[in-house]
């Protein structure tokens, strides 16, 4: 084997290891989402308040945790975060069930003059006001 194809062969492995270690990492940013919500209107019909709990998933997501998002938007605006209101998510190692917040209208509740929202959770409660 001469010196010119041997450097060809190792070039051509190098870029063969390239590819599949950019493989492996485009699998691991590869991931979606599974699990429920549900949202409640405000007294004054305005905004909606979303609770949201899903957990993680692709070919090579390692996290197990659920996640709870919280967040409010403007009537009508599906998935389009009011700016006067803060849009969070965080796992929650209370809930297990990704379908957790699916049908839960009595997690979320508003007071009367639309200017705070109260979610409920287990062992936790948040408020988000104006």
């Keep these: 084997m001469s010196q010119i194809t041997k450097w060809k062969l190792i070039a051509i492995i190098g870029w063969l290891i390239a590819l599949v270690l950019v493989g492996i990492e485009g699998l691991r940013h590869m991931e979606s989402r599974t699990g429920g919500g549900s949202g409640v209107d405000s007294p004054n019909g305005a905004s909606t308040a979303w609770i949201n709990s899903y957990r993680k998933i692709g070919p090579l997501v390692q996290d197990t945790n659920v996640w709870i998002e919280v967040c409010i938007q403007p009537k009508g605006d599906s998935g389009v975060a009011d700016s006067e209101y803060l849009r969070f998510a965080c796992p929650d190692r209370d809930i297990e069930d990704d379908m957790y917040a699916r049908n839960r209208d009595d997690a979320i509740s508003w007071s009367s003059d ?17």
Excluded: A, G, H
């Design 114 to 130: 639309s200017k705070t929202v109260r979610v409920v959770l287990p062992k936790k409660e948040v408020l988000i006001t104006r």
